[in-house]
């Protein structure tokens, strides 16, 4: 089964506007992370992002910020004043707390354009 | 800069040879995970060194192995490699086994002709 599901294979965005990117996942871990990374088309993996499971409040980094919804099972990214520069791939990662579980599963992906 | 250092980035070879590609961890990050990205079958973790010794095994073949040196850097070894092996392979660090983030080298990128 998917442990993490990104829905959204590409997204447009207007500049200067908000963007979410959908992700959905799935444990039976009380203890896990949720990550998202950029990989631009020079395909680096950029780090965005964390959330623990555990943490009270929605995780920021300036204009990144991530919509977890436990319940739900989902940790949606949300960009704000999309630039040009933000155009790349998107993916979700999760790393669970079991011993031996403890590396990165990943999303699909999301393409970002960001439109001028 | 991530601090993680990858060589090389690129590589071509052929068919049935052996590569051996390198990553240099963070400054004091004792876990390395090494991933392949290709296209169809997405970001896949193969398998994961801590200080020194295996952790966890994914989706890694049997041709290929690595090995975590005592100065903590890491070394993939690809072998008898066909043109399915083609692909973007990551090197990721962090601080210990359960440290949150991990941050990525640039990767290399290995193309079998």
């Known amino acids: 089964a998917q442990k993490i599901t990104q829905t959204q294979p590409g997204m447009f965005v207007q500049e200067k506007e908000a963007v979410t990117l959908d992700c959905t996942y799935d444990t039976s871990d009380p203890s896990y992370g949720l990550f998202w990374y950029k990989q631009p088309s020079s395909g680096e993996m950029i780090f965005l992002i964390y959330q623990g499971s555990y943490d009270q409040q929605n995780a920021t980094e300036g204009r990144y910020s991530l919509n977890f919804q436990k319940a739900r099972k989902s940790a949606n990214l949300v960009i704000s004043a999309s630039q040009l520069g933000d155009s790349a791939m998107y993916f979700c990662?999760?790393?669970?707390?079991?011993?031996?579980?403890?590396?990165?599963?990943f999303g699909s992906g999301t393409r970002l354009q960001v439109q001028p | 800069d991530s601090g993680v250092t990858q060589t090389p980035k690129h590589l071509i070879t052929a068919t049935g040879q052996r590569v051996t590609l390198r990553c240099s961890p963070r400054?004091?990050?004792?876990?390395v995970y090494w991933y392949q990205q290709s296209l169809d079958q997405g970001l896949q973790f193969l398998i994961q060194y801590y200080n020194g010794e295996e952790r966890a095994k994914g989706n890694i073949l049997e041709r290929f192995s690595a090995q975590q040196f005592p100065d903590l850097h890491s070394e993939l070894n690809l072998s008898s490699l066909e043109l399915g092996d083609s692909a973007l392979y990551f090197c990721?660090?962090?601080?210990?086994?359960?440290?949150?983030?991990?941050?990525f080298g640039q990767g290399t990128r290995l193309t079998v002709v």
């Open positions: 400054s004091g990050d004792l876990s």
């Open positions: 990721a660090s962090s601080g210990s086994d359960t440290y949150t983030e991990a941050f």
């Open positions: 990662a999760m790393r669970e707390g079991y011993p031996g579980r403890r590396a990165l599963t």
